[in-house]
């Protein structure tokens, strides 16, 4: 769905919105429902958070000839779904390779802070190579069933279109996903920006454990792409690994419909699902 397509769509009465985010004055974005939490819905899942902070770091000083290569985010606590506010500074600026910084301000407190290097676009094509092969078709797949695994998930991943290798199996498989949501309501964003704002589902659709009984939210997560993503489309080779002391890692080759892009890694704290609240348990 474009930036210029209708605002909501209505069922019965209520009007539903078409984008994770709506632009409001003073460099404010109001999050919807869409960008609901799994486990709380009254948090912002990190998928479009950090797609909205690389949106505000292409929107800072932006130039043609710089692309993003790499960036972490490192999340703070949990993301309330409140007004939501990112700042962005240049920390070491370069004719060539330049790092910023920025942070994100969810319910008046510091919730994720990020770098970002942005790095020069060369020819190199005539000796690139050591990439993995493209994945096969979306439909070649099965759906991802999303409620199988989070009954009940949340807007976020109630926003989500997914195909499901068949030989996956937990921990371990390949996964395309996209959304027909727009991330801020009339506004152009690239498809960087998009791309990214999918990639943390990475740690929760081919689960190890069933999250019913299990948490294991990422506190970070960390992006290396070797070329802009183009299209709509976010494809998945992903394997979880929980440890025995309580930490996890799941590690993601990222691919758009011409193969790979890059990787992601997201770092796991793993405990028995409390029977309190689950922001109590994170927020410790």
Do not use: C
Request: proline content about 7%; glycine content about 12%.
């Amino acid at each position: 769905m474009t930036a210029d397509a209708a605002i909501t769509l209505e069922v019965g009465t209520t009007p539903v919105p078409t984008s994770y985010y709506r632009r409001l004055p003073g460099g404010i974005y109001e999050p919807t429902v869409h960008v609901q939490g799994a486990w709380n819905e009254s948090e912002q899942h990190m998928g479009p958070v950090s797609g909205l902070i690389v949106h505000a770091v292409e929107e800072h000083e932006p130039r043609d000839d710089l692309q993003l290569a790499r960036v972490t985010f490192e999340i703070l606590g949990v993301i309330p779904r409140e007004p939501t506010e990112v700042t962005v500074t240049t920390i070491r600026p370069g004719r060539t390779i330049e790092l910023v910084e920025a942070v994100l301000v969810a319910g008046g407190r510091p919730a994720v802070r990020a770098h970002a290097w942005r790095m020069a676009y060369g020819d190199t094509a005539t000796v690139a190579g050591g990439a993995p092969g493209r994945l096969p078709a979306p439909e070649t797949w099965e759906r991802w069933d999303s409620d199988s695994i989070w009954p009940g998930g949340g807007g976020y991943i109630g926003s989500l279109e997914g195909w499901r290798d068949p030989a996956s199996r937990p921990g371990r498989g390949r996964v395309w996903l996209r959304t027909d949501i727009d991330l801020v309501e009339k506004t152009s964003t690239s498809p960087t920006a998009a791309f990214v704002g999918l990639v943390d589902t990475a740690n929760g659709i081919l689960v190890r454990e069933d999250p019913e009984a299990w948490i294991f939210p990422n506190i970070d997560l960390s992006l290396h792409l070797f070329r802009r993503p183009v299209g709509e489309w976010v494809g998945f080779d992903t394997t979880v690994v929980f440890g025995g002391q309580g930490v996890g890692l799941t590690t993601s080759w990222l691919f758009d419909k011409e193969g790979a892009v890059g990787r992601a890694e997201q770092i796991l704290t793993i405990r028995r699902r409390p029977t309190r609240g689950l922001t109590g348990a994170l927020a410790g």
